[in-house]
């Protein structure tokens, strides 16, 4: 069932004390920022003029789905309209946008809360588009559809160890139903050392730092520690270590949907995650 939400609150600027912080490959964002940039109601989406330069965002995907984004278009598309949009970015793009059959946003008039689901051609598995030091460590996870709750803010402030951060034009997308995990390879895991592990994903934030678009995926690790990984668009790469004044961002966030917004995600069936 669909939680009720109020309005967005301005969020706190305390981190949550004592969090463990550990790192998880940012590249989940492939399956979750492709669900924000739909168009509406039989509208044309827009075209070409609504992407980003490439020096801003180089992945001709995330630049067209960022561009959206901003531009707060809402509706939906279909696996069709999304292959007609996208053809000419195979090249220029690592996410499979193909195993995407539906993606709706929904926007009601005098809310500022919205509703974004994604579907995917059956449960998701797909390999990590992105590298960690080299190498793809794993793999993507999710049920064959997934809902979320959508807030925005223009800006945030958010206090940290050495001072405080600011953040602009923040999306927070909270899970409510469905699931995605990221598995990683059970040899990085040890690796690494236990920075690196299996992750199911409760938030994404999209937000701009520096003059940079970022990517934010966090949630729990099958002990309930908390883990995240950081995206840099214009880059075009995963934030690995996670930069120290960034990493109050996760524990934030994930306190945000959890204890402010109240929302409860599905845990994945036992097959795939077993605390």
Request: glycine share 10%; proline share 6%.
């Amino acid at each position: 069932m669909k939680p009720t939400v109020s309005a967005f609150n301005r969020l706190r600027t305390e981190p949550r004390a004592g969090m463990r912080l550990r790192a998880v490959s940012g590249a989940v964002l492939l399956a979750m920022l492709v669900l924000t940039g739909v168009g509406g109601g039989g509208e044309p989406l827009p075209g070409r003029e609504i992407m980003l330069p490439e020096k801003v965002v180089p992945d001709r995907f995330f630049s067209y789905l960022i561009g959206l984004i901003d531009a707060d278009v809402c509706g939906d598309v279909d696996d069709a309209q999304l292959a007609a949009i996208l053809k000419e970015y195979r090249g220029k793009t690592s996410v499979p946008f193909e195993k995407i059959t539906e993606i709706k946003r929904e926007c009601t008039s005098g809310s500022t809360v919205h509703d974004v689901s994604i579907g995917f051609r059956g449960d998701l598995k797909t390999p990590l588009p992105y590298s960690i030091l080299g190498y793809h460590p794993g793999s993507v996870i999710a049920s064959k559809t997934m809902s979320f709750l959508e807030w925005y803010t223009p800006s945030q402030k958010l206090a940290t160890s050495t001072g405080s951060i600011e953040l602009s034009k923040v999306f927070v997308f909270g899970v409510y139903q469905g699931w995605a995990i990221v598995d990683i390879d059970a040899w990085i895991e040890k690796l690494f050392g236990g920075v690196l592990g299996d992750t199911r994903i409760i938030v994404v934030v999209l937000f701009k730092y520096k003059g940079d678009w970022h990517g934010l995926a966090a949630g729990y690790d099958r002990k309930g520690y908390g883990r995240s990984g950081i995206f840099n668009f214009r880059t075009n790469k995963i934030m690995f270590p996670t930069p120290r004044e960034l990493q109050v961002l996760a524990p934030y966030f994930r306190d945000y949907v959890v204890r402010t917004k109240h929302l409860v995600a599905p845990l994945p069936p036992a097959s795939r995650w077993k605390s």
